[in-house]
C-alpha cells in the first residue's frame, strides 16, 4: 500500500483538493466523510494550505484538521514577493503540520501558477520536501486563461522557473486557457476543470496501487516523470457503451483529453497508458496496435492494463514532453506583460504631477 500526500496550496490548489476528496468520499453527501470510508486504496493525506481563510472555508469534503490556515489579511493579493515572505515566517509550522502525518512514498502539489500564495509557497514547499524527504515530489500546476492580465501572467512565468528550480521530480501542467470550453460561467468551467484534474489524478493513484493484469506501478511513474523536459501532462477518456478500446485510446491522447495542449506524437518524451475496464472490452490486439503507434513516435511507452468487472474501458496517459510550443507562447506574452508592468512602475516613479497637485496644500488646513 502506497502512503501518498497530497497538497493543495492557494484557493486553486484548494478547490481541485477539495473535488479530490469529493469524488474519493462519494458525491452522497456533504457529511460522508464523517461517516464512511474513504475510496483509496492507498493511504492518501490531504492537506489544504491557504492564507485566504475564506478558500479555506468554502472547502465541503476536505477536513477542517486538514486545512492550514496561514493568517495574512485575505490573501496576498497575487503577490509573490510577500507571498514568499510568508510562507518563510510560517515555514517551521507547515512542515511540522506535514511531519505529524507520517511517511510517504510520493506527494503531489496542486497550485495555480499565477494567484499569490499558491504560486509563491509550492515552490518553497517543494524545496523544503525535497530537502528533508527522499520521497518524488510533482507539481500539478493550473496555467491563467491568457486575458486575466499582466499580474497573473508574469506570475505563472516565475513561478513556473521557480518550481523547476525547486527540485520538483516533474510538473503536470493543466492550463484553463486550453481547459475553458469546459462550462459556460467561469464557475462553472473551474468546476469542470478540477473534477478533470481530480479524476486523472485518482485514476493515477488507483493505478500506481493496484493488483494489474500488466503493471505499472510508482517506479514506472517516476522514470516517465523524469524524462523530456521535467514538464507532463496527463490525457483520460472513457469509452461509450459501443466504443473499441483503441478509440478511447486515441481519444485520451488527442487535444480533447489531455490537460494541456500538445501534440504528443510530436511533443513527447516517455509515456505510460494505462486502461482499466473489463476484460471483454479490452482487446490485447488493439491496445499494443495504438500503445506501439505512440512509442514508435516518443519512445518507451509503459502499458498497464486494470482487469474490473462491468466497467466500460477508461484510458489515462501520463505524457512527459520534451519541448512544448503552448508554453513558449506563453512565456512570450509573460515577457510582454513583465516589460508593460516594469514600464508602468518606472513611469510611476518618474511621474511626479499628483505629489505636485497634493504639494499645492502643504502647511495648510481645512477650514470649517
Ligand atoms: N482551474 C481552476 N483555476 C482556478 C480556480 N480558482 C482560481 N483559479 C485560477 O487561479 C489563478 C489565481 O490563483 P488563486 O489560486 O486564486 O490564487 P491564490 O494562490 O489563492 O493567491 P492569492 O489569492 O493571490 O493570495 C487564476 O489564474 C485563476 O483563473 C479553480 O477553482 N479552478
Known amino acids: 500500500m502506497l502512503n501518498i500526500l497530497i497538497v493543495g496550496n492557494g484557493q486553486c490548489g484548494n478547490r481541485i ?60 493579493g497575487a503577490n509573490r514577493n510577500v507571498g514568499k515572505h510568508v510562507f518563510e515566517d510560517n515555514k517551521t509550522h507547515i512542515m511540522r503540520q506535514i511531519e505529524e502525518r507520517g511517511n510517504f512514498d510520493v506527494c503531489f502539489v496542486i497550485t495555480s501558477a ?21 520521497f518524488p515530489v510533482y507539481a500539478v500546476v493550473v496555467l491563467p486563461f491568457r486575458e486575466e492580465g499582466t499580474l497573473y501572467l508574469q506570475n505563472a512565468a516565475f513561478c513556473l522557473r521557480d518550481i523547476r528550480e525547486s527540485g520538483a521530480d516533474g510538473i503536470i501542467l493543466a492550463d484553463n486557457q486550453f481547459l475553458k470550453q469546459m462550462g459556460g460561467n467561469v464557475e462553472s468551467a473551474y468546476n469542470g476543470i478540477n473534477d478533470m484534474v481530480a479524476r486523472r489524478l485518482l485514476f493515477l493513484l488507483d493505478a500506481l ?10 517506479g514506472d511513474f517516476k522514470t516517465v516523470m523524469s524524462g523530456g523536459a521535467g514538464l507532463a501532462t496527463i490525457g483520460f477518456y472513457e469509452a461509450d457503451t459501443d466504443m473499441p478500446v483503441r478509440s478511447a485510446i486515441q481519444k485520451a491522447l488527442s487535444p480533447s483529453g489531455l490537460l494541456f495542449s500538445s501534440d504528443v506524437y510530436k511533443e513527447a518524451s516517455r509515456a505510460m497508458v494505462i486502461i482499466r475496464g473489463d476484460k471483454e472490452r479490452l482487446s490485447i490486439d488493439e491496445i499494443s496496435t495504438e500503445v506501439e503507434k505512440l512509442s514508435s513516435s516518443v519512445g518507451h511507452v509503459f502499458k498497464g492494463i486494470i482487469v474490473r468487472d462491468g466497467e466500460l474501458p477508461q484510458v489515462l496517459a501520463v505524457l512527459t514532453l520534451e519541448s512544448a510550443s503552448e508554453l513558449e507562447n506563453l512565456y512570450s506574452i509573460a515577457v510582454d506583460a513583465i516589460k508593460y508592468e516594469r514600464d508602468k512602475k518606472e513611469r510611476v516613479a518618474t511621474v511626479k504631477d499628483v505629489d505636485r497637485a497634493f504639494s499645492q496644500i502643504d502647511g495648510m488646513d481645512p477650514s470649517y
Open 17 to 76: 483538493l477539495d473535488a479530490i476528496n469529493r469524488e474519493a468520499f462519494g458525491k452522497k453527501s456533504r457529511l460522508a466523510k464523517f461517516y464512511s470510508q474513504q475510496k483509496y486504496k492507498s493511504n492518501v493525506q490531504t492537506i489544504a494550505i491557504n492564507t485566504a481563510v475564506n478558500d479555506l472555508k468554502e472547502m465541503k469534503f476536505t477536513k477542517a484538521k486538514d486545512r492550514i490556515h496561514i493568517p495574512h489579511l485575505h490573501g496576498v
Open 114 to 134: 499565477s494567484g499569490g500564495t499558491g504560486s509563491s509557497f509550492t515552490p518553497m514547499l517543494v524545496k523544503e520536501l525535497k530537502e528533508k524527504y527522499d
Open 209 to 218: 496501487d493496484s493488483e494489474m493484469m500488466m503493471v505499472t506501478d510508482l
